[in-house]
């Protein structure tokens, strides 16, 4: 029986509780997740379901949930939301969601979908050959290049966007100490601060791909949370 974890950001208690059980989500193993325990409610969930009105308040806490559980786990994720955005989708999907659906989706669609991804998934899961051992990854000590705007660590020279490098080289200005969203966006954007914790938080989650790509580790870039993210020492 497959383990899905629910998280609910506004959608009302009465109307998520009808979707689900429309669904015949009681084939699964439901349950709704304690996101202050997130990291820990992640083990052993196949899918995670945010269900969300998709106001405006709750876009950065949306965005610092995907993070969270891609970081963190294996686990799919979808976005079931009662207001369809393109931009929001799109912030969504490049955080590494699995997908959006809207709640005008039929519960029992909703369920097919997730049925049918968590199926194959099970198909194709094996256990790892010489050749598909997933690669180490290093510890990080970097110098930065300005005039090719990229990362220099182990002989492997990281590019980057130029907001990413801002962002990054800022990080790097002082280990071990958290930088806010609001003390991040203001120095990188140099526009006021206005909420926009997605931003920055989309601006990581790049610089984290790019490391991982090149068998950097991703978690050099610590996320504070609540707070923002500082770099380890």
Not at 182 to 211: A, C, D, M, T
């Amino acid at each position: 029986m497959y383990n899905i974890g629910i998280i609910n950001t506004g959608l009302p208690e009465a109307k998520l509780n009808e979707y689900i059980e429309e669904g015949d989500f009681n084939l699964f193993k439901t349950s709704t997740i304690d996101t202050k325990n997130l990291c820990k409610e992640l083990k052993k969930k196949d899918a995670i379901l945010i269900f969300t009105d998709n106001v405006d308040s709750a876009v950065a806490e949306i965005c610092q949930f995907i993070i969270e559980i891609k970081m963190n786990s294996e686990s799919f994720v979808w976005i079931v939301s009662k207001k369809q955005d393109e931009k929001k989708r799109v912030v969504y999907l490049q955080l590494g969601a699995d997908g959006n659906i809207s709640t005008e989706c039929s519960p029992k669609e909703l369920h097919l979908i997730v049925k049918n991804a968590l199926s194959r998934k099970k198909i194709y899961i094996k256990q790892p050959t010489e050749e598909n051992k997933p690669t180490e990854q290093k510890e990080i000590v970097t110098e930065l290049n300005e005039k090719n705007l990229s990362v220099i660590s182990l002989g492997e020279e990281v590019p980057l966007t130029r907001t990413e490098y801002k962002l990054f080289k800022l990080l790097l200005s002082n280990p071990g100490i958290a930088f806010s969203y609001e003390e991040l966006y203001k120095k990188v954007w140099g526009k006021p601060y206005k909420n926009e914790k997605y931003r920055v938080s989309n601006v990581v989650f790049h610089i984290r791909e790019k490391l991982e790509e090149y068998s950097l580790n991703p978690n050099h870039i610590k996320t504070v949370r609540s707070v923002g993210y500082m770099i380890c020492e």
